[in-house]
């Protein structure tokens, strides 16, 4: 369900690049996103791309499987803290014996034991914009990428909760916050097809991609209708 919801985005925000021609609102600092945009791409293009599919050759998938299953149950950690900060008990109950099964008998989350819980994705700045605060301006974080002033707060925030951020080894800290990010990048390496063969600006596509998948995670995919002045 979240990969149709994300590809009915992906469809709709190349409609909204496509024919987008004025400044967007939400993006008043474009400028310098533009300028961060681009230093993101050169080190992306030279670095981590290069690095991500020199992982994706020499780890069997076992192994990959493995490693996702163990950064996505450290992430269950930070969803069931903010399940609870959305008042979401039940689902909070279900993402905390993710944690519980995935963490013992799943052998610290190499094995995704509970796989028959579904996985949810709550984070803090979700949760702000659960009890009503906007995203504010549109934000691209130096190597992070795309984000808002309101998701950049929450990404700090859910540090607090983060097993990783607990490590105190700053070393080790600093290469498993590095695994995690090749891992991620290796997961894109087949999606980002999409925007070369969109033939679109990259910036605006990540952009307007972005804004419409968070406020779709805000609303749990099912966000009010826009309402327009000529309505």
């Not at 024919?19 to 030279?46: M, Q, S, W």
């Not at 984000?147 to 290469?175: K, V, W």
């Not at 995690?180 to 990259?202: T, W």
């Amino acid at each position: 369900m979240v990969r149709i919801n994300l590809l009915a985005l992906l469809v709709s925000s190349l409609l909204v690049t496509g024919c987008a021609g004025a400044r967007n609102p939400d993006d008043p600092l474009e400028p310098l996103n533009r300028g961060i945009y681009r230093f993101n791409d050169t080190v992306d293009k030279a670095v981590i791309k290069p690095v991500a599919k020199g992982y994706n050759a020499a780890m069997p998938y076992v192994g990959k499987t493995m490693v996702s299953n163990f950064f996505s149950n450290l992430n269950d950690v930070v969803v069931t803290v903010n399940d609870l900060l959305q008042l979401k008990f039940s689902q909070a109950a279900s993402d905390g014996a993710r944690v519980l099964f995935n963490s013992t008998f799943g052998v610290f989350g190499l094995f995704n034991v509970a796989h028959r819980l579904e996985k949810h994705h709550e984070d803090f700045g979700q949760t702000m914009g659960y009890w009503g605060i906007g995203n504010g301006p549109y934000l691209v974080l130096p190597l992070l990428g795309p984000s808002s002033f309101r998701d950049g707060a929450g990404l700090y925030l859910d540090t607090i909760p983060d097993p990783m951020y607990r490590i105190e080894h700053i070393p080790t800290r600093n290469q498993v916050y590095l695994s995690k990010g090749v891992n991620q990048r290796a997961k894109l390496l087949d999606q980002e097809k999409i925007l070369d063969e969109a033939k679109v600006d990259g910036y605006e596509f990540m952009r307007d991609t972005y804004l419409l998948y968070r406020r779709s995670q805000v609303y749990d995919g099912n966000p009010p209708r826009a309402r327009y002045d000529d309505e």
